[in-house]
């Protein structure tokens, strides 16, 4: 069992960039895949993007293409995302997720970590 903290959200402006990042704690970081979801208000949680346990491998929702990259440094057992071009529509709470699969952490993970708000104005 793995446990996730997340840190980096705050409010920008539309076009603006921010950093996310998520620390994991009481598992072994290079057995898991990462994945970053997100949550608006009256929406369902969706996927964002996630990462193998060796950072080779990434895979994004089609609407962050582009913009949004995920990465890894397992030696401070930490995910990162890299949001740019940040438009209103992507505010949202963000989760971080971890699973030993990498399939699996784009749909059912194991762990989640509490989430950390990311506001975008017009």
């Known amino acids: 069992q793995v446990q996730l903290v997340e840190s980096g959200g705050g409010l920008v402006q539309a076009g603006g960039s921010l950093r996310l990042s998520c620390a994991a704690s009481g598992g072994t970081d290079s057995t898991y895949a990462m994945g970053w979801f997100r949550q608006a208000p009256g929406k369902e949680r969706e996927f964002v993007s996630a990462i193998s346990t060796s950072g080779i491998r990434t895979t994004y929702a089609d609407f962050v293409k582009g913009r949004f990259t995920i990465s890894r440094d397992n030696a401070k057992n930490t995910v990162y995302l890299q949001m740019n071009s940040l438009k209103p529509e992507d505010t949202a709470v963000y989760y971080c997720?971890?699973?030993?699969?990498?399939?699996?952490?784009?749909?059912?993970?194991?762990?989640w970590g509490q989430g950390t708000q990311v506001t975008v104005s017009s």
């Open positions: 997720a971890a699973h030993r699969s990498l399939v699996r952490a784009t749909t059912t993970p194991e762990s």
